[in-house]
Protein backbone atom coordinates (compact mmCIF):
# COMPACT_ATOMS: atom_id res chain seq x y z
CA UNK A 1 0.00 0.00 0.00
CA UNK A 2 1.29 3.26 -0.69
CA UNK A 3 1.52 5.97 2.14
CA UNK A 4 -0.16 8.95 1.92
CA UNK A 5 -0.30 12.13 3.51
CA UNK A 6 -2.92 14.88 3.87
CA UNK A 7 -2.61 18.11 1.54
CA UNK A 8 -2.13 20.00 5.34
CA UNK A 9 0.77 18.20 5.83
CA UNK A 10 3.93 20.55 6.04
CA UNK A 11 6.87 18.89 3.76
CA UNK A 12 9.69 20.92 4.47
CA UNK A 13 13.71 21.17 4.82
CA UNK A 14 16.04 22.18 8.18
CA UNK A 15 19.30 23.96 8.50
CA UNK A 16 21.16 26.09 10.73
CA UNK A 17 22.82 29.35 10.98
CA UNK A 18 26.56 28.14 12.43
CA UNK A 19 25.97 25.11 9.86
CA UNK A 20 25.81 26.86 6.46
CA UNK A 21 26.11 30.55 6.65
CA UNK A 22 29.88 31.27 6.79
CA UNK A 23 30.63 34.85 6.63
CA UNK A 24 31.60 34.28 10.55
CA UNK A 25 33.49 38.25 11.32
CA UNK A 26 31.24 39.93 8.38
CA UNK A 27 28.19 42.56 8.59
CA UNK A 28 28.92 42.88 12.43
CA UNK A 29 28.79 39.55 13.66
CA UNK A 30 31.10 38.61 16.27
CA UNK A 31 32.23 35.31 17.74
CA UNK A 32 29.94 32.69 18.88
CA UNK A 33 31.31 29.71 21.14
CA UNK A 34 30.99 27.34 18.17
CA UNK A 35 33.39 30.21 16.41
CA UNK A 36 35.89 29.56 19.93
CA UNK A 37 35.55 25.78 20.11
CA UNK A 38 36.12 25.38 16.08
CA UNK A 39 39.24 27.19 15.76
CA UNK A 40 40.61 25.70 19.33
CA UNK A 41 43.27 22.85 17.76
CA UNK A 42 41.95 19.48 18.29
CA UNK A 43 38.30 20.28 18.73
CA UNK A 44 36.80 19.32 15.29
CA UNK A 45 37.94 16.81 12.66
CA UNK A 46 40.54 18.37 10.47
CA UNK A 47 40.61 21.42 12.25
CA UNK A 48 37.02 22.38 10.11
CA UNK A 49 35.47 25.64 11.30
CA UNK A 50 32.33 27.42 10.15
CA UNK A 51 34.40 30.53 8.74
CA UNK A 52 32.35 29.79 5.01
CA UNK A 53 30.54 26.63 5.44
CA UNK A 54 28.07 26.48 2.67
CA UNK A 55 28.39 29.79 2.15
CA UNK A 56 24.99 30.50 2.60
CA UNK A 57 24.46 34.50 3.78
CA UNK A 58 26.05 35.07 0.33
CA UNK A 59 24.75 32.27 -1.69
CA UNK A 60 20.94 32.51 0.07
CA UNK A 61 18.63 33.82 -3.55
CA UNK A 62 20.29 30.43 -5.19
CA UNK A 63 19.21 28.19 -2.06
CA UNK A 64 15.83 29.66 -1.98
CA UNK A 65 15.45 28.82 -5.94
CA UNK A 66 16.59 25.16 -5.21
CA UNK A 67 14.25 24.58 -2.63
CA UNK A 68 11.80 26.19 -5.02
CA UNK A 69 12.15 23.61 -7.46
CA UNK A 70 12.25 20.92 -5.02
CA UNK A 71 8.69 21.88 -3.97
CA UNK A 72 9.28 22.93 -0.35
CA UNK A 73 6.45 24.18 1.75
CA UNK A 74 8.77 25.13 3.92
CA UNK A 75 11.76 25.88 5.65
CA UNK A 76 13.55 25.68 8.99
CA UNK A 77 16.40 27.80 9.53
CA UNK A 78 17.96 29.66 12.60
CA UNK A 79 18.97 32.50 13.50
CA UNK A 80 22.74 33.55 14.66
CA UNK A 81 22.42 35.10 18.29
CA UNK A 82 25.50 37.50 17.65
CA UNK A 83 24.80 38.28 14.41
CA UNK A 84 21.39 39.98 14.70
CA UNK A 85 22.42 41.14 18.36
CA UNK A 86 26.22 41.18 18.86
CA UNK A 87 27.78 39.80 22.23
CA UNK A 88 24.02 38.76 22.93
CA UNK A 89 23.19 41.61 24.69
CA UNK A 90 22.62 45.93 23.77
CA UNK A 91 21.47 47.10 21.01
CA UNK A 92 20.46 45.26 17.53
CA UNK A 93 22.86 44.75 14.49
CA UNK A 94 20.85 46.29 11.55
CA UNK A 95 23.17 44.53 9.28
CA UNK A 96 22.37 41.35 10.64
CA UNK A 97 18.83 41.98 11.02
CA UNK A 98 18.64 42.91 7.21
CA UNK A 99 19.82 39.53 6.42
CA UNK A 100 17.19 37.73 7.81
CA UNK A 101 14.54 40.11 6.66
CA UNK A 102 15.73 39.90 3.21
CA UNK A 103 15.42 36.07 3.89
CA UNK A 104 12.11 35.56 5.11
CA UNK A 105 10.49 37.73 2.63
CA UNK A 106 11.91 35.86 -0.08
CA UNK A 107 10.68 32.72 1.45
CA UNK A 108 7.15 34.36 1.91
CA UNK A 109 7.37 35.50 -1.58
CA UNK A 110 8.43 32.23 -3.37
CA UNK A 111 5.53 30.56 -1.04
CA UNK A 112 8.10 28.93 1.48
CA UNK A 113 6.77 28.83 5.08
CA UNK A 114 9.90 30.23 7.42
CA UNK A 115 10.04 28.27 10.14
CA UNK A 116 12.68 29.65 13.01
CA UNK A 117 14.88 28.77 15.33
CA UNK A 118 15.97 31.19 17.80
CA UNK A 119 18.89 28.92 19.44
CA UNK A 120 20.60 26.63 17.30
CA UNK A 121 23.71 26.00 19.61
CA UNK A 122 25.53 29.62 19.04
CA UNK A 123 25.38 31.48 22.19
CA UNK A 124 27.53 34.87 21.80
CA UNK A 125 31.10 34.15 23.78
CA UNK A 126 30.52 37.10 25.48
CA UNK A 127 27.50 35.20 27.36
CA UNK A 128 29.62 32.35 28.02
CA UNK A 129 31.90 34.20 29.38
CA UNK A 130 29.76 35.48 31.78
CA UNK A 131 29.29 31.42 32.76
CA UNK A 132 27.03 30.82 29.23
CA UNK A 133 24.16 28.48 30.11
CA UNK A 134 25.44 27.24 33.49
CA UNK A 135 24.58 31.29 34.41
CA UNK A 136 20.91 31.92 35.21
CA UNK A 137 21.25 35.57 33.55
CA UNK A 138 21.88 34.11 30.13
CA UNK A 139 18.00 33.26 30.14
CA UNK A 140 17.15 36.35 30.79
CA UNK A 141 19.51 37.95 28.20
CA UNK A 142 17.87 34.90 25.65
CA UNK A 143 14.26 36.03 26.48
CA UNK A 144 15.04 39.84 25.37
CA UNK A 145 16.97 38.64 22.26
CA UNK A 146 13.49 36.40 21.64
CA UNK A 147 11.30 39.75 21.92
CA UNK A 148 13.61 41.77 19.42
CA UNK A 149 13.49 39.33 16.90
CA UNK A 150 9.14 38.94 17.46
CA UNK A 151 8.83 42.75 17.10
CA UNK A 152 11.53 42.55 13.90
CA UNK A 153 10.31 39.06 12.01
CA UNK A 154 7.12 38.55 13.86
CA UNK A 155 4.78 38.92 10.68
CA UNK A 156 6.47 36.86 8.46
CA UNK A 157 7.28 33.50 10.59
CA UNK A 158 5.07 30.76 10.87
CA UNK A 159 6.65 28.83 13.62
CA UNK A 160 8.89 30.02 16.54
CA UNK A 161 10.51 27.40 17.93
CA UNK A 162 12.86 28.88 21.10
CA UNK A 163 15.68 25.94 21.55
CA UNK A 164 17.27 23.22 19.04
CA UNK A 165 17.95 19.98 20.82
CA UNK A 166 18.62 21.39 24.40
CA UNK A 167 19.80 18.02 25.38
CA UNK A 168 22.78 19.01 23.16
CA UNK A 169 23.40 22.09 24.37
CA UNK A 170 23.21 21.13 28.45
CA UNK A 171 25.45 17.54 28.18
CA UNK A 172 27.14 17.71 24.97
CA UNK A 173 28.25 21.55 25.85
CA UNK A 174 29.21 21.20 29.60
CA UNK A 175 29.43 17.47 30.83
CA UNK A 176 30.97 15.75 28.11
CA UNK A 177 32.64 18.55 26.11
CA UNK A 178 32.79 17.17 22.93
CA UNK A 179 30.23 20.08 22.00
CA UNK A 180 30.73 24.22 22.40
CA UNK A 181 31.69 25.41 24.50
CA UNK A 182 33.69 21.48 25.80
CA UNK A 183 33.43 21.75 29.34
CA UNK A 184 33.28 18.85 31.23
CA UNK A 185 31.40 19.77 34.41
CA UNK A 186 28.56 17.34 35.06
CA UNK A 187 26.69 20.52 37.71
CA UNK A 188 26.88 22.92 35.33
CA UNK A 189 25.47 20.62 32.70
CA UNK A 190 22.45 20.47 35.42
CA UNK A 191 22.06 23.76 36.23
CA UNK A 192 22.29 24.47 31.93
CA UNK A 193 19.38 21.91 31.95
CA UNK A 194 17.14 24.02 33.50
CA UNK A 195 18.39 27.49 32.36
CA UNK A 196 17.79 26.26 28.64
CA UNK A 197 14.16 25.32 29.49
CA UNK A 198 13.43 28.67 31.64
CA UNK A 199 14.84 30.44 28.43
CA UNK A 200 12.17 28.67 26.65
CA UNK A 201 9.38 29.64 29.20
CA UNK A 202 10.86 32.86 29.34
CA UNK A 203 10.97 33.69 25.37
CA UNK A 204 7.82 32.41 24.74
CA UNK A 205 5.87 34.80 26.96
CA UNK A 206 8.04 37.50 25.69
CA UNK A 207 6.94 36.40 21.68
CA UNK A 208 3.28 36.00 22.51
CA UNK A 209 3.71 39.11 24.70
CA UNK A 210 4.92 40.77 21.32
CA UNK A 211 2.92 39.14 18.72
CA UNK A 212 -0.02 38.29 20.60
CA UNK A 213 -1.93 34.54 21.57
CA UNK A 214 -2.02 33.42 17.39
CA UNK A 215 2.33 33.07 17.55
CA UNK A 216 2.90 29.55 17.04
CA UNK A 217 5.22 28.38 19.82
CA UNK A 218 7.49 25.34 19.84
CA UNK A 219 10.41 23.57 20.91
CA UNK A 220 12.73 20.56 19.13
CA UNK A 221 14.12 18.24 21.30
CA UNK A 222 15.97 15.57 19.97
CA UNK A 223 14.20 12.81 21.78
CA UNK A 224 15.50 9.05 22.86
CA UNK A 225 14.32 5.94 22.15
CA UNK A 226 15.98 3.82 24.73
CA UNK A 227 15.55 -0.04 24.94
CA UNK A 228 16.62 -2.47 27.14
CA UNK A 229 19.42 -4.72 26.34
CA UNK A 230 17.36 -7.59 28.04
CA UNK A 231 13.70 -7.16 28.36
CA UNK A 232 13.46 -9.33 30.78
CA UNK A 233 15.92 -7.74 33.43
CA UNK A 234 14.65 -5.26 36.08
CA UNK A 235 18.30 -4.13 36.28
CA UNK A 236 17.93 -3.48 32.34
CA UNK A 237 15.08 -1.53 32.95
CA UNK A 238 15.74 0.32 35.06
CA UNK A 239 18.82 1.91 33.01
CA UNK A 240 16.29 2.45 30.57
CA UNK A 241 14.19 4.71 33.27
CA UNK A 242 17.65 6.54 34.04
CA UNK A 243 18.84 7.02 30.23
CA UNK A 244 14.96 8.18 29.42
CA UNK A 245 15.07 10.57 32.44
CA UNK A 246 18.32 12.72 31.64
CA UNK A 247 17.31 12.27 28.00
CA UNK A 248 13.83 12.81 27.42
CA UNK A 249 11.77 13.78 30.81
CA UNK A 250 14.03 16.10 32.36
CA UNK A 251 12.54 18.43 29.26
CA UNK A 252 9.38 16.93 28.31
CA UNK A 253 8.14 17.29 32.08
CA UNK A 254 8.48 20.80 32.71
CA UNK A 255 7.87 22.07 29.64
CA UNK A 256 4.07 20.14 29.51
CA UNK A 257 3.51 21.16 32.74
CA UNK A 258 4.38 18.25 35.24
CA UNK A 259 7.84 19.55 37.19
CA UNK A 260 11.03 17.96 37.09
CA UNK A 261 10.91 14.34 37.42
CA UNK A 262 11.74 12.78 41.40
CA UNK A 263 13.63 10.04 40.32
CA UNK A 264 15.84 11.96 38.25
CA UNK A 265 16.46 14.38 40.87
CA UNK A 266 17.11 11.56 43.12
CA UNK A 267 19.65 9.74 40.53
CA UNK A 268 21.44 12.91 40.24
CA UNK A 269 21.44 13.95 43.59
CA UNK A 270 25.07 13.81 44.49
CA UNK A 271 25.60 15.78 41.59
CA UNK A 272 22.94 18.47 42.29
CA UNK A 273 20.60 19.61 44.61
CA UNK A 274 18.91 21.73 42.09
CA UNK A 275 18.70 24.64 43.72
CA UNK A 276 19.04 26.51 41.27
CA UNK A 277 15.46 25.83 40.71
CA UNK A 278 13.66 28.77 41.98
CA UNK A 279 10.49 29.85 42.87
CA UNK A 280 7.99 30.36 39.68
CA UNK A 281 9.97 28.67 37.57
CA UNK A 282 8.07 25.36 36.88
CA UNK A 283 5.18 27.51 35.53
CA UNK A 284 7.42 29.80 33.47
CA UNK A 285 8.79 26.94 31.83
CA UNK A 286 5.45 25.83 31.15
CA UNK A 287 4.11 27.57 28.72
CA UNK A 288 1.24 26.26 25.74
CA UNK A 289 3.19 24.59 23.04
CA UNK A 290 1.54 24.90 19.84
CA UNK A 291 3.56 22.31 18.47
CA UNK A 292 6.62 19.90 19.83
CA UNK A 293 9.54 19.60 17.50
CA UNK A 294 10.85 15.96 16.93
CA UNK A 295 14.41 15.15 15.86
CA UNK A 296 14.80 11.61 15.40
CA UNK A 297 17.78 9.90 13.85
CA UNK A 298 18.51 6.24 15.69
CA UNK A 299 17.95 4.74 18.79
CA UNK A 300 19.81 4.15 22.21
CA UNK A 301 20.45 0.48 23.86
CA UNK A 302 21.49 0.22 27.45
CA UNK A 303 21.32 -2.48 30.46
CA UNK A 304 22.91 -1.99 33.36
CA UNK A 305 26.60 -2.04 34.55
CA UNK A 306 28.02 -4.91 36.33
CA UNK A 307 31.12 -3.36 37.72
CA UNK A 308 33.26 -5.66 35.95
CA UNK A 309 36.40 -3.60 33.57
CA UNK A 310 34.89 -0.42 31.86
CA UNK A 311 31.52 0.17 31.10
CA UNK A 312 30.84 0.05 27.50
CA UNK A 313 29.91 3.61 25.91
CA UNK A 314 28.50 2.75 22.76
CA UNK A 315 25.88 5.62 22.42
CA UNK A 316 27.40 7.78 19.81
CA UNK A 317 28.17 10.58 21.99
CA UNK A 318 30.32 9.39 24.64
CA UNK A 319 34.14 9.51 24.70
CA UNK A 320 36.97 7.92 26.60
CA UNK A 321 37.33 10.27 29.21
CA UNK A 322 33.61 12.27 30.16
CA UNK A 323 30.15 10.92 29.31
CA UNK A 324 26.66 13.30 28.85
CA UNK A 325 25.10 10.53 30.93
CA UNK A 326 25.50 12.80 34.09
CA UNK A 327 24.85 10.91 37.25
CA UNK A 328 25.16 7.49 35.79
CA UNK A 329 28.65 6.53 36.05
CA UNK A 330 29.38 3.02 37.06
CA UNK A 331 25.43 2.34 36.52
CA UNK A 332 24.83 2.39 33.30
CA UNK A 333 26.13 0.59 30.11
CA UNK A 334 25.25 2.02 26.42
CA UNK A 335 25.34 -1.17 24.23
CA UNK A 336 26.42 -1.51 20.46
CA UNK A 337 23.19 -1.44 18.49
CA UNK A 338 23.07 -4.14 15.49
CA UNK A 339 23.12 -2.06 12.44
CA UNK A 340 23.04 -1.04 9.32
CA UNK A 341 24.87 1.80 10.31
CA UNK A 342 25.19 5.43 8.92
CA UNK A 343 28.44 7.53 8.28
CA UNK A 344 27.93 8.47 11.87
CA UNK A 345 27.55 5.06 13.11
CA UNK A 346 24.17 5.68 14.06
CA UNK A 347 22.40 2.48 13.82
CA UNK A 348 19.43 2.49 10.94
CA UNK A 349 16.00 1.77 12.87
CA UNK A 350 12.49 2.97 11.21
CA UNK A 351 10.73 1.74 13.65
CA UNK A 352 12.18 3.99 16.20
CA UNK A 353 10.71 6.83 14.60
CA UNK A 354 7.12 5.18 15.11
CA UNK A 355 8.14 4.23 18.75
CA UNK A 356 8.96 7.48 20.02
CA UNK A 357 5.69 9.07 17.98
CA UNK A 358 2.76 6.77 19.57
CA UNK A 359 4.62 7.08 23.04
CA UNK A 360 4.75 10.49 22.54
CA UNK A 361 0.88 10.67 21.65
CA UNK A 362 0.26 8.08 24.56
CA UNK A 363 1.80 10.06 27.20
CA UNK A 364 1.29 13.72 25.77
CA UNK A 365 -2.59 13.44 24.02
CA UNK A 366 -2.83 16.64 22.60
CA UNK A 367 0.27 18.25 21.73
CA UNK A 368 0.46 18.22 18.29
CA UNK A 369 4.50 17.01 16.76
CA UNK A 370 6.28 18.25 13.59
CA UNK A 371 9.42 16.28 12.84
CA UNK A 372 11.64 18.90 13.10
CA UNK A 373 14.91 16.68 11.38
CA UNK A 374 15.32 13.29 10.29
CA UNK A 375 18.20 12.36 7.94
CA UNK A 376 21.45 10.94 7.06
CA UNK A 377 24.79 11.16 6.60
CA UNK A 378 26.75 8.59 4.13
CA UNK A 379 29.95 8.77 2.27
CA UNK A 380 28.49 10.83 -1.06
CA UNK A 381 29.97 9.65 -4.39
CA UNK A 382 29.92 11.88 -7.26
CA UNK A 383 29.46 10.11 -10.68
CA UNK A 384 30.86 10.86 -13.62
CA UNK A 385 27.76 12.61 -14.93
CA UNK A 386 27.95 14.54 -11.81
CA UNK A 387 24.67 13.18 -10.34
CA UNK A 388 24.87 11.97 -6.68
CA UNK A 389 22.76 8.69 -6.73
CA UNK A 390 21.99 8.22 -2.91
CA UNK A 391 20.35 5.41 -3.14
CA UNK A 392 21.12 4.52 0.89
CA UNK A 393 20.49 7.90 2.35
CA UNK A 394 16.73 7.63 -0.51
CA UNK A 395 16.30 4.35 1.63
CA UNK A 396 16.76 5.59 5.50
CA UNK A 397 14.00 8.79 4.07
CA UNK A 398 11.92 6.26 2.33
CA UNK A 399 11.54 4.24 5.85
CA UNK A 400 11.28 6.68 8.28
CA UNK A 401 9.19 8.61 6.30
CA UNK A 402 6.99 5.62 6.14
CA UNK A 403 7.17 5.05 9.49
CA UNK A 404 5.74 8.74 10.24
CA UNK A 405 2.71 7.75 8.02
CA UNK A 406 2.18 4.92 9.81
CA UNK A 407 2.13 6.94 13.22
CA UNK A 408 -0.52 9.16 11.73
CA UNK A 409 -2.56 6.08 10.87
CA UNK A 410 -2.30 5.25 14.07
CA UNK A 411 -3.26 8.60 15.77
CA UNK A 412 -0.32 10.62 16.25
CA UNK A 413 -0.97 14.07 15.60
CA UNK A 414 2.26 15.05 12.86
CA UNK A 415 1.97 17.92 10.90
CA UNK A 416 4.86 18.27 9.33
CA UNK A 417 8.21 16.78 8.29
CA UNK A 418 11.48 18.57 7.82
CA UNK A 419 14.28 16.59 6.39
CA UNK A 420 17.54 17.28 7.78
CA UNK A 421 19.27 18.58 5.69
CA UNK A 422 18.59 21.00 2.74
CA UNK A 423 22.68 21.06 2.36
CA UNK A 424 25.65 19.52 2.93
CA UNK A 425 27.40 21.70 5.48
CA UNK A 426 29.23 21.59 9.16
CA UNK A 427 28.62 18.63 10.85
CA UNK A 428 29.59 20.18 14.16
CA UNK A 429 32.68 18.05 15.64
CA UNK A 430 32.59 15.80 12.53
CA UNK A 431 33.33 19.09 10.38
CA UNK A 432 32.47 18.61 6.41
CA UNK A 433 33.56 15.24 6.85
CA UNK A 434 30.09 14.02 7.43
CA UNK A 435 27.39 14.55 4.27
CA UNK A 436 23.62 15.26 5.65
CA UNK A 437 22.52 17.31 2.67
CA UNK A 438 19.55 16.19 0.00
CA UNK A 439 22.22 18.73 -1.56
CA UNK A 440 25.37 18.33 -2.38
CA UNK A 441 28.22 21.11 -1.71
CA UNK A 442 31.32 21.13 -3.24
CA UNK A 443 33.40 23.22 -0.55
CA UNK A 444 35.82 23.93 -3.16
CA UNK A 445 32.93 25.89 -5.44
CA UNK A 446 30.19 26.06 -3.67
CA UNK A 447 28.28 24.50 -6.60
CA UNK A 448 25.13 23.01 -5.35
CA UNK A 449 23.83 19.85 -7.04
CA UNK A 450 20.36 18.47 -6.03
CA UNK A 451 21.19 14.65 -5.12
CA UNK A 452 18.67 12.02 -5.68
CA UNK A 453 17.38 11.89 -2.54
CA UNK A 454 16.59 15.50 -3.08
CA UNK A 455 14.33 14.74 -6.52
CA UNK A 456 12.86 11.56 -4.20
CA UNK A 457 11.32 13.73 -1.82
CA UNK A 458 10.57 16.55 -4.54
CA UNK A 459 8.25 13.83 -5.87
CA UNK A 460 7.05 12.87 -2.39
CA UNK A 461 6.21 16.71 -1.85
CA UNK A 462 4.44 17.06 -5.60
CA UNK A 463 1.99 13.99 -4.95
CA UNK A 464 1.77 13.64 -1.12
CA UNK A 465 2.33 9.97 -1.56
CA UNK A 466 5.26 8.01 -0.79
CA UNK A 467 6.92 6.97 -4.34
CA UNK A 468 8.92 3.89 -4.08
CA UNK A 469 12.48 4.38 -2.73
CA UNK A 470 14.04 3.50 -6.12
CA UNK A 471 11.54 5.59 -8.03
CA UNK A 472 14.06 8.56 -8.91
CA UNK A 473 12.92 11.32 -11.70
CA UNK A 474 15.71 13.78 -12.04
CA UNK A 475 14.86 17.71 -12.47
CA UNK A 476 12.09 19.74 -11.06
CA UNK A 477 8.38 18.48 -10.55
CA UNK A 478 4.99 20.31 -10.60
CA UNK A 479 3.72 21.07 -7.31
CA UNK A 480 0.39 19.88 -6.00
O1 LIG B 1 23.61 18.48 12.31
C1 LIG B 1 22.87 18.16 13.44
C2 LIG B 1 21.93 19.29 13.79
O2 LIG B 1 22.61 20.49 13.97
C3 LIG B 1 21.18 18.98 15.06
N1 LIG B 1 20.58 17.67 14.99
C4 LIG B 1 21.37 16.57 14.55
C5 LIG B 1 22.06 16.92 13.24
C6 LIG B 1 22.92 15.73 12.75
O3 LIG B 1 23.90 15.44 13.68
Redesign the pocket.
Known amino acids: MTRSFPASFLWGSAT?AY?IEGAAAEGGRTPSIWDTYSHTPGKTLNGDTGDVAADHYHRWPEDIAIMQQLGLQAYRFSISWSRVQPGGRGPLNAEGVAFYRGLVEALVAAGIRPVVTLY??DLPQELEDEGGWANRETAYAFAEYARLMARELGDAITVWTTL??PW?SAYLGYASGVHAPGRTEPAAALAAVHHLNLAHGLAATAIREELGEDAQLSITL?LHVIRPDDPSSEADQDAVRRIDGLANRVFLDPLLGAGYPQDVLDDVAHVSDFSFVQDGDTALIAQRLDVLGV?Y?STTRVRAFDGEGEPEQADGHGNSSATPWVGTEGKVEFVQQPGPYTA?GWNIDPQGMHDLLMRLHREHPGVPMMIT?N?A?FHDVVSADGAVRDRDRTQYLHDHIDAVGRAREDGADVRGYFV??LLD?F??GYGYD?R?GVVRVDYDTQQRVVKDSGWWYAQLIATGSLPAHDAIAPGPVHPR
Open positions: AQHWNECNNYMEGAWSNEWRF
